[in-house]
Structures are given as structure tokens and as C-alpha cells.
């Protein structure tokens, strides 16, 4: 009854541009259903905001019931059903599946791709936390592993909520998940989504603005290409409390901190990293590391830091070998900042992009060319996106 275009409207003003059906959800992790008229209702109020979707359509997740040799024409029927709407941008084929689900998958990933291979096959994986009963692997490592190459999937989209009961208590295991999906990910050339927590639920708290916008810029240090919410409507269910939207349709706080994330921050600094690698990740300046991070010890951009704990994240756009793209992110989303970053010296200029006018402007840096250094501040759970270069002729060809 939610699935309107006046609903619709409110998720592209908060800064979403697509919207996901869930399977195993009975309608509440995202606008639409699970039946042919209740995914045509998305579709239309979602190309009415500029909006794609994934819809979720039992015909093709259990299309297992019908012979392999059937599978073809059952999944050709229907994508010829969804061709004719503008917003339609691929299938949920499955949440967090068992391993043993991951060949079944693959098969109906080939036929989807073969059909028409602008067509996501959709599918979410547990995190680390998973138990290996629900994983269907001994080890979260060979659970990745099998999934890329049993499930051919198009990109690896994971969930995992890090922010447990009272602040600022976080899941021991949060970047040690980043760590491994990164890995495999760019071992096997496809890009990340995550699910962000966004809602209060169960032993999760809700979360800050500063918490939501932490998450936001931990996943884009690590080189995601997709930030997704759970949930953006509260679920009419036990044990959830509060998410952007309450169960019975009023936009909360949450709502306009995600619509300020979203849009002045997620978007402009999103474009431009979409195009990029990531070539490192790493954590300077903490006393006691998460388990399985790097460490920063420095590198040929960056020599040294100092000062308040942060994430580095570096990027290239596999053209330009004088230039970097470097994502400071304040490592805490309760605490300020300050970090000065110390420049190997074939560093020769440094600009910081304005997302306000998506542009990047001069760093001024202080001391010589053998010594030369800024400092970044950022408020709690903030980043920022600067761009290193080798030489000053190129520096000055590039930036704008």
C-alpha cells in the first residue's frame, strides 16, 4: 500500500537511487513485493523518481523446481515480462545463501548474463559472524572463495552491522570482514556492496549520524561501489524499533541524516571513486589494530602520520601512474580528528576535492620539497578525498 510514487519520491530526496525487493522479508526490507502487479508497482514508482530496481520474483529464485534443461526458457519468459520497464535493473535471486545453494546460482547467473548481461543477478552474503552451519563452509575465507567461483556472480554484496548496544561498542570483527571481501574481490575483478545498519534492531543500536556517515566512508576506504541500507522502512515485526522511516510512514531524525549523507557527502565524493581501483587500505596511528587490518608504515606517497588514529585508502585510475587518490577517514565516529600526513618527496602538489563544488582545490602544505606535509581535521566519522601528484606540469593539466 506503501509502493507509491509519492513514497518513492521521499527515498531519491534522501539520496537513494535504487531500491532492492528482499527475499524472506514480506515486503518490509524494501518497497515492493514479491508477486508480478506488486513489482510492476515498483518499477513504475521508481522510474517515476529516477529510481532502478532489483525486484525479487519467485519464478526465478526457485526456478530449481523445474528440470535444468527448462531453466532457459522459465528465466527468458520471465525477463520478457520486465523488459518493457525502464527501472528494471535485475533480480534478487537470494539472501544470505548456504554454500550449497552457490551452483544453483551460477546456473541461473549464465543464463541471466547470456540473455542480457545488463541484468544483476542480485544476491547478499552473510558476514563473518555467521556460524559455519549457516555459511555451509568451515571458514568465512573458503565460503568467498566458493561463492566467485561456483556462483559467478556479477559483483560481492555482504551485510555486516557493526554497531552493538550502547556507543561506542563495535563488532571485534568489522574490518577483519572489509579485509577479506576486499581480497577476493579485486583477486577476481568485481566490485563490493554492503549493507549499512540504519535501523534499531535486536542488540543493534540506532545508529548516529556521525555512525551512519562512519559506515559510509569506512566501506568507500576499503573500494565499495554500492552503499546499501537495512532498513529504510521499520519493519512491523518484534524486535525492531526505529528505522528512517517508522512503521507507520513518518520520516524520522534518521531520515534527514541519512538524506544529509547521502547527498552531500556519499554522492559527489562517490562519483569519484566509482571509477577507481583500490590499492590500499590501511590504519595509521592506533594503539591496539583490529584484527587482520594493515597497518601503515608508510609508502611511496605517504611517508609517515601522526596524530589522531585514521584509514587510508588509496586509489588509481590504471592511466595516470603519477596520481593518487587518498581517503582519510577518522577511524572514531565519536571523536574529532587531527592527522598530519608527511609526503614522500616525489609528492609535488596535493588537491582536496569540494564536494559542494565537486571539484578539487590546491592543498596548501607546510615545509620543503624533502619534508613537505599537511594536516587533515575531520569531525567524528568524516573523510576526505585528496588527490597526490608526482609533478607540478601534471598537476596543473588535471585539476579542476
Wanted: proline share 7%.
Amino acid at each position: 500500500s506503501e509502493t507509491t510514487v509519492e513514497r518513492y519520491a521521499e527515498i531519491a530526496a534522501a539520496g537513494f537511487t535504487f531500491v532492492i525487493g528482499i527475499d524472506g522479508c514480506g515486503g518490509f526490507c524494501a518497497p515492493g513485493e514479491t508477486t508480478t502487479a506488486e513489482n510492476a508497482a515498483m518499477l513504475n514508482a521508481a522510474w517515476a523518481n529516477d529510481l532502478l530496481a532489483i525486484v525479487f520474483d519467485t519464478r526465478i529464485s526457485n526456478v530449481h523446481v523445474h528440470p535444468r534443461d527448462q531453466w532457459r526458457q522459465v528465466i527468458a519468459d520471465v525477463l520478457r515480462e520486465y523488459e518493457a520497464y525502464p527501472a528494471f535493473a535485475g533480480f534478487d535471486l537470494r539472501d544470505e545463501p548456504h554454500a550449497s545453494l552457490f551452483p544453483q546460482l551460477g546456473g541461473i547467473n549464465d543464463i541471466v548474463r547470456e540473455l542480457d548481461p545488463s541484468v544483476l543477478g542480485y544476491v547478499n552474503l552473510f558476514p563473518t559472524y555467521a556460524s559455519p552451519e549457516q555459511l555451509g563452509t568451515s571458514t568465512y575465507q573458503e565460503h568467498l572463495d566458493r561463492y566467485v567461483a561456483e556462483a559467478h556472480p556479477d559483483f560481492i554484496s555482504f551485510d555486516h552491522y557493526p554497531l552493538l548496544g550502547p556507543s561506542p561498542t563495535i563488532r571485534g570483527d568489522y574490518f577483519h570482514n572489509w579485509v577479506l571481501v576486499r581480497d577476493r574481490a579485486l583477486r577476481s575483478g568485481l566490485p563490493t556492496w554492503v549493507f549499512i545498519l540504519a535501523c534499531e534492531h535486536y542488540g543493534y543500536r540506532l545508529p548516529t549520524e556521525a555512525e551512519l556517515l562512519w559506515q559510509v566512508n569506512v566501506s568507500l576506504a576499503y573500494g565499495c561501489k554500492g552503499i546499501q541500507y537495512f532498513t529504510y522502512w521499520t519493519p512491523p515485526l518484534p524486535g525492531f524499533y526505529q528505522a528512517l522511516v517508522t512503521v507507520d510512514g513518518q520520516l524520522t531524525p534518521l531520515y534527514y541524516a541519512a538524506q544529509r549523507v547521502n547527498n552531500d557527502h556519499l554522492q559527489p565524493v562517490g562519483r569519484q571513486l566509482l571509477p577507481l581501483t583500490s590499492e590500499s587500505v590501511t590504519h595509521a596511528g592506533e594503539t591496539s589494530p583490529p584484527m587482520g587490518v594493515e597497518v601503515f608504515t608508510g609508502d611511496d606517497w605517504v611517508a609517515s602520520t601522526s596524530g589522531s588514529p585514521v584509514i587510508l585508502g588509496r586509489f588509481h585510475d590504471g592511466k595516470h601512474q603519477n596520481l593518487r587518490w587518498l581517503l582519510v577517514t577518522n577511524r572514531a565516529f565519536d571523536a574529532a580528528a587531527t592527522t598530519t600526513l608527511s609526503l614522500r618527496p616525489r609528492v609535488s602538489a596535493v588537491f582536496e576535492f569540494d564536494p559542494a563544488r565537486e571539484r578539487f582545490v590546491p592543498v596548501r602544505t607546510v615545509g620543503g620539497p624533502e619534508d613537505r606535509s599537511f594536516t587533515v581535521d575531520l569531525a567524528p566519522g568524516a573523510a576526505r578525498l585528496y588527490r597526490l601528484h608526482t609533478n607540478q606540469r601534471d598537476a596543473h593539466h588535471v585539476g579542476a
